[in-house]
């Protein structure tokens, strides 16, 4: 029978107001938030240029391999990929050509590890995070902003070499038979194809999430603002990381003392003296911090730190999910990237983890749809490539990382402090392998009870108040996942 996934989407994320005209207007409290609150944001991407082979629903044969829904980077990837072993792959999004609006910063090992040594738009030599006034803590690991258009052109450009086609519409509905499942879009136009992966980033409304255990996920968010500046205090060689400085709420009781239970930090990325990318940033919190209080604090830091905003060129406003149940699995639409839960959940780092994964996907894909001499359709299939996507592995080290973000929200200013204090004291394979999502369950303990040693006797407290209830919850899923 024929089942249809025209579902509201499985995440209720927190309102954000939309960036109308109304809404800076409604901001124009000169003096009260400091004033680039409102400034517009000036920048005007261009299209990227590139002859793309389009589906053409009249001449071309409508029925592919694989339908990706969404050329984010975990679908063009993933469309790159399956096209490298030689399947028929039609990528549908609205603006395939349109530049990606997330700012992403990576770690430089983790990007060159994937092959994108040349899609970095600036690099850092090191970053710092700020624990406090007194305290500043110097990562010996090169840090970097993705030049987002050379990247979606070095993926774009390899869909086209192994021949993906593209179709420009949005998705508006798909529907599945026994052996096959039809994608509907907002054209008129229908494709056919024996597996339809879902990349459509957080907000999809394809992927199913459980009606019967919670979502409860936590949310990070954040107010991003690449600025041109009169002049900023911070060292160019460095990218902040963590600034949890809150000095700047010294006059603001309110804030300051609404901070001290949800807090906030500053991310910064200084281009030169003058240009610079600030967000002001909720780690992880449930329920979502109020994105008005992320921008207030902001104003109060800038100030603070003698940050006068002169033009805004681009702003961004985050909305991640971070953690909580996975997709049901299987399903008859496989998911990748966002929406398919890989994001760091301690972190809200996404973008490598998504594309990361990808080459094993398509491996199973390909294997499947035939590649591997036994062809497999249907259910067998969407099976088989569910467990491409989080195979057992995956699924028990993510449950260490929910165990993290779990603890993460439990704890205030002052815990966090002391939370990154020892966690940035730790050997740096780990904690650049946690921050990577690169390293085995057995790893993560041995992580967990290092932290411990290396952890202050308050911050030994905080985990003993605050970890039991994740840690058994943690227990109790891996022994569920290990009966399955
Ligand atoms: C503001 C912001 C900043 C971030 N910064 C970082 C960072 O610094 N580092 C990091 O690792 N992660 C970061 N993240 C997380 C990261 O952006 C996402 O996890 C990543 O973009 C997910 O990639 P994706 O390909 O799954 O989805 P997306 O990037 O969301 O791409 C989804 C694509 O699907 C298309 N689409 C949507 N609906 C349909 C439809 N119905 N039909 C067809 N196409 C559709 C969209 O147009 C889009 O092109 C950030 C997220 C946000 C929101």
Redesign the pocket.
């Known amino acids: 029978m024929a089942n249809s996934q025209a579902l509201l989407s499985p995440f209720s994320f927190p309102q954000l107001p939309s960036p109308s005209r109304n809404h800076f207007q409604i901001h124009c409290t000169f003096g009260k938030f400091g004033n680039f609150l409102d400034l517009k944001p000036e920048s005007k991407p261009q299209p990227l240029k590139l002859d793309l082979p389009l589906f053409h629903p009249y001449s071309d044969r409508s029925r592919f391999d694989v339908v990706v829904?969404?050329?984010?980077?975990?679908?063009?990837r993933l469309a790159e990929q399956l096209g490298g072993f030689g399947i028929k792959v039609c990528c549908?999004?609205?603006?395939?050509l349109?530049p990606?609006?997330?700012?992403?910063?990576?770690w430089v090992d983790e990007f060159e590890a994937l092959g994108f040594q040349d899609c970095f738009h600036k690099t850092w030599p090191m970053a710092s995070v700020y624990l406090s006034e007194q305290k500043v803590k110097y990562l010996d690991r090169p840090y970097a902003q993705v030049s987002r258009r050379k990247l979606k052109m070095k993926l774009m450009e390899e869909c086209v070499t192994k021949g993906v086609k593209f179709h420009k519409?949005?998705?508006?509905e798909i529907k599945h038979q026994e052996f096959e499942s039809s994608v509907s879009?907002n054209d008129g136009c229908e494709i056919k194809a024996h597996l339809v992966i879902d990349?459509?980033?957080?907000?999809?409304?394809?992927t199913e999430y459980s009606n019967s255990r919670p979502r409860n996920c936590g949310f990070q968010i954040?107010h991003?603002i690449l600025a041109e500046v009169e002049h900023h205090p911070f060292d160019l060689n460095k990218m902040v990381l963590m600034d949890w400085r809150d000095t700047h709420l010294g006059n603001e009781p309110y804030l300051r003392q609404d901070n001290k239970k949800s807090p906030t930090f500053l991310y910064a990325m200084p281009f030169d003296s003058n240009l610079i990318f600030l967000e002001e940033t909720s780690l992880v919190g449930r329920p979502a911090l109020p994105y008005t209080e992320v921008k207030k604090r902001m104003a109060a830091r800038l100030r603070h730190l003698g940050i006068k905003v002169k033009r805004i060129l681009e702003e961004?406003?985050?909305?991640?999910p971070m953690g909580g149940a996975l997709p049901e699995m299987p399903q008859a639409v496989v998911a990748?990237?966002?929406?398919a839960g890989?994001?760091n959940p301690a972190s809200?780092?996404?973008?490598?983890?998504?594309m990361a994964a990808a080459p094993r996907v398509a491996r199973v894909a390909a294997e499947g749809l035939g590649g591997g001499g036994r062809m497999i359709r249907g259910k067998a299939l969407q099976g088989r490539v569910w467990e491409g996507v989080w195979p057992m592995e995956k699924r028990n080290v993510r449950e260490f990382y929910c165990f993290g973000m779990e603890s993460l929200v439990r704890l205030d200013l002052d815990g966090l402090r002391r939370f990154f204090d020892a966690f940035f004291d730790l050997e740096p394979y780990y904690w650049e392998g946690f921050l990577s999502s690169r390293l085995s369950l057995w790893e993560l303990g041995m992580l967990g009870l290092s932290l411990y040693g290396h952890a202050s006797l308050m911050s030994k407290v905080d985990i003993l108040t605050n970890c039991p209830l994740p840690l058994l919850k943690m227990m109790a899923n891996l022994t569920l996942q290990a009966l399955r």
Do not use: H, Q, R, T
Not at 69 to 76: E, M, T
């Open positions: 829904v969404g050329a984010g980077p975990a679908g063009l549908v999004d609205p603006s395939p349109s990606w609006p997330n700012n992403y910063g990576v519409a949005k998705v508006w879009c990349a459509s980033g957080f907000a999809s409304k394809f954040a991003g961004e406003k985050c909305v991640i990748a990237g966002g929406v890989m994001v809200g780092y996404a973008v490598v983890g998504g």
